[in-house]
């Protein structure tokens, strides 16, 4: 079975998907990063090699997320691409009438405005978390109910409760008092998602003109209380993909796969599986070159230096000589 491999190396999760020749999906895994993208890398490869054995081929390879670059000198990448680009490809690959994307990942989220199937506006949020998943675990966690419970318990609400969203901290102080002053837990959970919500309509979306077919990606997407109050502020239908949280996954191989068969000899750099079995270390020095004082990382595999990025003139990063 001839399959493109997608990457998506997070912050919270590290995903990988094969798609077949017609960009349908045959295996997806979603993983949890936890502070370890190599090694959770290395174990979702093997977890493909496992499961497939020699009966697959891989003929295309390629990474996006923050954590892109480290995963392209794992495995030998075709192509890197960042976020914006692999969401709205995997998403016009689907929904080829998409004109907005909302994207609510667990450490940040972002808008992709689409006008005749190309990006003409983002917006990301990497600062307040009160517009993330990992604002909905916390609270989650804190009213003792599973994530996955979350959203179905808000749809139960009959009177929200207002709750302000406009940093994490003060909605997390805002949360606890309304439970000393007695408000249903369903009325707070509505609120929580509502205050999201406002939150990312204030920050992300400011300024966007956000037209239909609206879209919503990345793990967030499964909250069905999010999507309902995305849906009563914007005042318009919001469609959830069925693959939802690896769409930069399944963007990064659609893109592997054109990339390698428009080449010249059509051929890939994936290293194959065999190659997840060296030891990988990251080092990483500040450059005192100039006065940008860059952040140089280094990822060794075996002790030997593989690959250098960071700097912006590329004094380090377009040679490995040590």
């Not at 954590?67 to 075709?78: E, H, I, Y």
């Not at 960042?82 to 995997?90: D, L, R, Y």
């Amino acid at each position: 079975m001839r399959c493109s491999l997608g990457i998506d190396v997070g912050s919270v999760s590290t995903n990988l998907v094969l798609l077949d020749e017609n960009n349908e999906v045959v295996r997806k895994l979603y993983l949890n990063t936890a502070g370890k993208p190599i090694e959770v890398l290395v174990e979702g490869l093997k977890m493909l090699q496992d499961e497939f054995n020699d009966s697959l081929e891989i003929f295309a390879v390629g990474t996006t997320g923050s954590g892109r670059q480290l995963a392209s000198v794992l495995v030998g990448a075709d192509i890197v691409k960042n976020e914006i680009t692999t969401h709205a490809v995997a998403a016009l690959e689907e929904y080829p009438d998409t004109q907005t994307i909302l994207e609510i990942g667990g450490q940040d989220s972002k808008i992709i405005i689409l006008r005749n199937k190309i990006v003409v506006d983002f917006a990301m949020n990497t600062v307040c978390a009160a517009g993330t998943g990992s604002f909905l675990d916390r609270q989650a966690q804190r009213l003792s109910i599973p994530i996955e419970e979350f959203g179905k318990m808000a749809l139960k609400s009959t009177i929200p409760t207002r709750i302000a969203g406009r940093c994490a901290v003060f909605a997390e102080s805002d949360m606890i008092h309304k439970q000393q002053m007695g408000h249903r837990i369903e009325d707070i959970i509505w609120g929580l998602c509502q205050a999201l919500v406002r939150n990312y309509l204030a920050n992300v979306a400011k300024g966007k003109e956000i037209r239909p077919l609206v879209l919503f990606q990345g793990g967030v997407a499964a909250n069905v209380g999010i999507k309902k109050a995305f849906e009563e502020e914007l005042g318009l239908n919001i469609t959830v993909p069925k693959h939802y949280n690896v769409m930069g996954a399944i963007g990064a191989a659609i893109l592997a796969r054109k990339y390698v068969m428009q080449s010249r000899n059509k051929r890939t750099n994936f290293l194959g599986f065999n190659a997840t079995i060296k030891n990988y270390e990251v080092k990483s020095f500040e450059c005192k070159g100039c006065p940008n004082s860059c952040e140089i990382i280094q990822i060794y595999g075996d002790d030997r230096l593989m690959a250098r990025w960071g700097d912006k003139c590329g004094k380090w990063s377009s040679s490995l000589a040590v």
